[in-house]
Nanobody
Framework: QVQLVESGGGLVQPGGSLRLSCAASGNIFSINTMGWYRQAPGNERELVATITSGGSRDYADSVKGRFTISRDSAKNTVYLQMNSLNPEDTAVYYC????????????????WGKGTLVTVSS
């Protein structure tokens, strides 16, 4: 089975930084898009940032200029560098991947990580 393993979440003070990592493993043929979503208490899950296999990036307006998404294709890993964090960034962050598995390379399958909690508080 394909698995997305996240790391890097935790507690950070306002103005601080964190780097989230998500490594995809399993019977992967190719990865089309990877990204990060988040869900804060009382809110719907929202897109934070995505990156395609070609390097195109999309960001939520609320994180532009502060967050940077990147990838290491050789490791099937996506990163989210989060700078200038504020309490409004507190949420569970979920890794997402749209990929082709070896068993069915003609179609895309979407996978989600279990989520990692980011808490921004003094």
């Amino acid at each position: 089975q394909v698995q997305l393993v996240e790391s890097g979440g935790g507690l950070v003070q306002p103005g601080g930084s964190l780097r989230l990592s998500c490594a995809a493993s399993g019977n992967i043929f190719s990865i089309n898009t990877m990204g990060w979503y988040r869900q804060a208490p009382g809110n719907e899950r929202e897109l934070v940032a995505t990156i395609t296999s070609g390097g195109s990036r999309d960001y939520a307006d609320s994180v532009k200029g502060r967050f940077t998404i990147s990838r290491d294709s050789a490791k099937n890993t996506v990163y989210l560098q989060m700078n200038s964090l504020n309490p409004e960034d507190t949420a569970v962050y979920y890794c997402n991947a749209r990929l082709r598995v070896i068993e069915m390379i003609a179609a895309y399958t979407v996978y989600w990580g279990k989520g990692t909690l980011v808490t921004v508080s003094s």
